[in-house]
């Protein structure tokens, strides 16, 4: 019987060019994403000088930010960074849809990997745990799928 033909991306961001979108939008739960996903790239190799960080208004924006990203040619991947925290209006379900919506419009369109670290919670309590405390770090989960899924990507 042949072999099995298998393709894993090793987690190793040495020479990777990335560029982060992270919202001003619920800053306090978003800077610390920002630092997780940057310590996350640190510890696997990135270098500092080919990571650049773009600040969008909310996640309303992330979209066409990406897309301006993804359209340059100068990244091999993108991080999408926010928080969507629901309030008292159904604002929250059109502007986390949205968003959701245009990221994954992005990256299918133009083939750059995005990795998806947008928080979409009920409470702040929820975005709290997720942001560097009892939930871990979405930062850093979207920074390891998004070294990950480049290096799958060069392979095929
Ligand atoms: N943007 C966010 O990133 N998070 C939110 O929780 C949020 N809420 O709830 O309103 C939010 N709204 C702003 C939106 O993303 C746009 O920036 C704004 O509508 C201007 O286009």
Do not use: W
């Amino acid at each position: 019987m042949k072999e099995i033909q298998s393709i894993e991306g090793m987690l190793n961001a040495q020479n990777l060019r990335i560029a982060i979108a992270a919202t001003r939008f619920n800053d306090f739960i978003v800077k610390n994403l920002i630092s997780g996903a940057l310590d996350c790239l640190n510890r696997h190799g990135a270098n500092p000088e080919a990571i650049t960080i773009v600040r969008v208004p909310g996640a309303f924006e992330l979209p066409l930010i990406c897309q301006k990203l993804a359209t340059s040619k100068r990244y091999d991947g993108i991080l999408a960074l926010g928080a969507v925290i629901r309030g008292a209006t159904p604002h929250f379900e059109y502007v986390s849809a949205e968003a959701a919506k245009g990221i994954a419009q992005v990256t299918l369109t133009y083939g750059v990997p995005i990795g998806f670290g947008l928080l979409t919670c009920d409470m702040i309590d929820q975005a709290i745990e997720r942001a560097g405390s009892k939930a871990g770090n979405k930062g850093v989960d979207a920074a390891l799928a998004l070294i990950e899924t480049i290096r799958v990507l060069e392979q095929i």
